[in-house]
């Protein structure tokens, strides 16, 4: 008796479970259609559709590769930055991220550069310090020899904070 009466219990609660993903699916499918749509129709959208996805909490795959299509019609380093090291949080994500950490490198300013030094797990060292270098810009220089002098291999800040040592996440937009 009392095996039936746990089962019909459990039955309005395993609906009402399943009603609940089904709702949360739809409003994702509903999400990933708009910032697909923003992605296809507004130029440098993809910060925007970022923000967008993280608010979401989600989307499908569909979405990100829209934005990765942005980032490269746009040839947008600062979006290409932000996707990236999603993707390196992400591995599964239907993205290239060696083509977007190529874009920051090589298209993108010497903020950007040092922060792909510090938050990447395997940063391209060799190519960030040729550009970093090339440029004369001695802050810039400065830091990323500070740095690559605490860190020589340029593992990112995830290996240094794995390893006692304290260093943020260094965010690539200003803060206002």
Same mark, same amino acid.
Request: aromatic share 4%; glycine share 6%; with cysteine.
């Given at each position: 008796?009392? %095996?039936? #009466? @746990?089962?019909? !219990? @459990?039955?309005?609660? !395993?609906? =009402?479970?399943?009603?609940?993903? @089904?709702?949360?699916?739809?409003?994702?499918?509903?999400? +990933?259609?708009?910032?697909?749509?923003?992605?296809?129709?507004?130029?440098?959208?993809?910060? &925007?559709?970022?923000?967008?996805?993280? #608010?979401? *909490?989600?989307?499908? @795959?569909?979405?990100?590769?829209?934005?990765?299509?942005?980032?490269?019609?746009?040839?947008?380093?600062?979006?290409?930055?932000?996707?990236?090291? /999603? =993707? !390196? %949080?992400?591995?599964?994500?239907?993205?290239?991220?060696? $083509? /977007?950490?190529?874009?920051? #490198?090589? &298209? *993108?300013?010497?903020? $950007?550069? /040092?922060? /792909?030094?510090?938050?990447?797990?395997?940063?391209?060292?060799?190519?960030?310090? $040729?550009?970093?270098?090339? +440029?004369?810009?001695?802050?810039?220089?400065? $830091?990323?020899?500070?740095?690559? !002098?605490?860190?020589?291999? *340029?593992?990112?800040?995830?290996?240094?904070?794995?390893?006692?040592?304290?260093?943020?996440? #260094?965010?690539?937009?200003?803060?206002?």
């Amino acid at each position: 008796m009392t %095996n039936k #009466v @746990e089962n019909s !219990q @459990e039955a309005p609660l !395993q609906d =009402a479970e399943q009603a609940a993903i @089904e709702k949360r699916r739809e409003y994702l499918k509903s999400e +990933s259609l708009r910032i697909i749509d923003i992605a296809a129709c507004e130029p440098y959208s993809a910060l &925007k559709c970022i923000h967008q996805l993280s #608010v979401a *909490g989600g989307a499908t @795959e569909a979405t990100y590769v829209a934005i990765e299509q942005r980032i490269v019609a746009d040839q947008d380093a600062a979006g290409a930055y932000h996707l990236a090291l /999603l =993707a !390196q %949080n992400t591995p599964d994500l239907p993205i290239d991220a060696r $083509q /977007l950490i190529e874009m920051v #490198v090589k &298209k *993108g300013d010497n903020t $950007q550069r /040092l922060a /792909l030094l510090k938050n990447l797990p395997l940063p391209p060292v060799e190519m960030i310090k $040729q550009l970093i270098l090339a +440029s004369d810009d001695g802050d810039a220089i400065g $830091q990323m020899n500070a740095y690559l !002098q605490i860190n020589p291999e *340029g593992y990112g800040s995830q290996h240094m904070l794995a390893s006692g040592q304290a260093d943020r996440i #260094v965010p690539l937009s200003p803060g206002k």
